[in-house]
């Protein structure tokens, strides 16, 4: 099946980085990208929808100034957290869709904010 | 807004038992996602279905449309079918995924 490649799998920054997370589908075109965030033992919480070559969908009460996505081409969405802090920390989760509607996921990437 | 629930919450079984998840939606749909998340939290698609059953492997999983409703069985299950099972919905627009709160899993050896 296809695959979403997201890198990195889990990053340590200090308080008032930036992280920045990709998004990869290696061997397909995701016209759509989806960005999530999940809390431990909860379920996953839709951040953005990403459209190529056009500005992120975000959801109420997500900081569209805060959490930066960018998509670029078909294969590649970024999310970057600016000046993160300790509440930033989280699992964050992309996703792919392609024309049929399949969903393909990313691996994740744990986030901890020092 | 779609409501998407889900029953059990958790599932603990013996190796070998026959499990049943269960998802129900509140609006009508075209399509619902099965998904897997393992410990490490990757996410894993197992079926797309708009209509009856499709198969793969030990896992099946039905949806009646009607009735808004679908289930995803395990036979003879095995521990490293342990996760977590999340199934998604379109949401009203057609355009996101509204999530169920998701079902843990637990296969005993």
């Known amino acids: 099946g296809a695959v979403v490649s997201q890198h990195p799998s889990w990053v340590i920054c200090k308080s008032g980085t930036s992280v920045k997370i990709e998004c990869r589908s290696l061997?397909?075109?995701?016209?759509?990208m989806f960005w999530y965030r999940q809390f431990p033992k909860q379920s996953l919480m839709l951040m953005a929808t990403?459209?190529?070559?056009?500005?992120?969908?975000?959801e109420q009460g997500v900081e569209k100034d805060k959490f930066l996505i960018n998509h670029a081409s078909l294969t590649l969405s970024t999310l970057t957290v600016t000046s993160a802090h300790p509440e930033d920390s989280s699992f964050y989760i992309c996703?792919?869709?392609?024309?049929?509607?399949?969903?393909?996921f990313g691996e994740g990437s744990r986030l901890t904010v020092l | 807004k779609n409501e998407v629930e889900q029953s059990p919450q958790n599932l603990t079984a013996q190796e070998g038992e026959f499990i049943t998840i269960n998802c129900s939606y509140s609006?009508?749909?075209?399509?619902l996602h099965w998904l897997q998340q393992h410990p490490g939290g990757g996410i894993v698609s197992l079926f797309m279905l708009s209509s009856g059953k499709k198969k793969h492997g030990r896992l099946i999983a039905t949806i009646n449309i009607q009735e808004k409703h679908s289930s995803l069985h395990i036979t003879a299950s095995h521990p490293r079918d342990s996760a977590v099972y999340i199934c998604?919905?379109?949401?009203?627009?057609?355009?996101?995924?509204?999530f169920g709160p998701g079902t843990r899993l637990s296969v005993l050896p």
């Open positions: 061997d397909f075109q995701a016209t759509t």
């Open positions: 990403s459209n190529e070559g056009s500005k992120a969908t975000y």
């Open positions: 609006v009508g749909i075209s399509a």
């Open positions: 996703s792919a869709r392609v024309w049929t509607g399949e969903l393909f």
């Open positions: 998604a919905a379109p949401d009203n627009y057609g355009q996101n995924f509204v």
